[in-house]
């Protein structure tokens, strides 16, 4: 089993839509959960990041954190095709084995318009 | 404007000759790190520098060679040992204790001809 699953989609959505993407993970020792979004042939940005659970929302986006269930989301709204990208979840955690972040696979998104 | 900047952008290298790609940072961060993306295969380590003239091998460190002399360049030697380095390269830096906060470069993409 991997540490962090995300689904590659693609991952296709009209304009305006609410788009939701997901990760779970399998070391409950990860404590800070992080999104990127990547945009083509370009490097990734960080979006929102998060500490243990809880949601936090930055304008459109909305990061939620459920560490029982070992699984977080970021929430997109009235998604715009500037949305169109790859978004990365990613995780670290103190104890847990690593001091580097560990990423998810990416999953590509595209607002049509 | 604090940033990484990541050079050549494209890069050609034929068989069995080293290449190096070049990685500067002047956002004074102590950590420093260099991932390879290939399709579907998100982010992997490649090598990690938390202070100069220090570095430990990442995930996939066979065929690459890295040096960390100042503290604002983190260059990246693809060998001719690496049987399979066509790929997007992206570098990465943080300050030192804060792990959610990496900001990477635009990346450089690596093509075997």
């Known amino acids: 089993q991997k540490e962090v699953e995300q689904d590659p989609g693609p991952l296709s959505v009209p304009e305006g839509a609410i788009v939701s993407l997901n990760c779970t993970y399998s070391?409950?020792?990860?404590?800070?959960f992080m999104w990127y979004r990547q945009y083509s042939r370009k490097g990734p940005e960080l979006l929102m990041y998060?500490?243990?659970?809880g949601n936090k929302e930055d304008g459109r986006f909305t990061a939620q954190v459920d560490k029982s269930s070992k699984y977080i989301s970021l929430f997109i709204r009235d998604s715009q095709p500037s949305d169109s990208a790859t978004y990365l979840c990613?995780?670290?955690?103190?104890?847990?084995?690593?001091?580097?972040?560990?990423f998810g696979k990416g999953t590509k998104l595209s607002v049509i318009p | 404007d604090g940033g990484i900047t990541q050079s050549p952008k494209y890069l050609f290298r034929k068989e069995g000759q080293n290449v190096t790609l070049s990685c500067e940072q002047n956002?004074?961060?102590?950590?420093m790190y260099w991932y390879r993306q290939d399709p579907g295969q998100g982010l992997r380590l490649i090598y990690y520098?938390?202070?100069?003239?220090?570095?430990q091998k990442g995930d996939i460190a066979e065929g690459y060679s890295v040096s960390r002399e100042k503290k604002e360049s983190f260059p990246l030697t693809v060998t001719s040992a690496q049987k399979n380095p066509t790929a997007f390269y992206l570098c990465?830096?943080?300050?030192?204790?804060?792990?959610?906060?990496?900001?990477f470069g635009s990346g450089t993409r690596l093509t075997v001809v």
């Open positions: 956002l004074n961060h102590d950590a």
């Open positions: 998060t500490y243990s659970s």
């Open positions: 520098s938390q202070i100069v003239n220090d570095f």
């Open positions: 070391n409950s020792a990860f404590q800070y």
């Open positions: 990465a830096s943080n300050p030192s204790g804060q792990n959610y906060g990496y900001t």
């Open positions: 990613a995780m670290f955690g103190s104890g847990a084995g690593s001091y580097q972040l560990t």
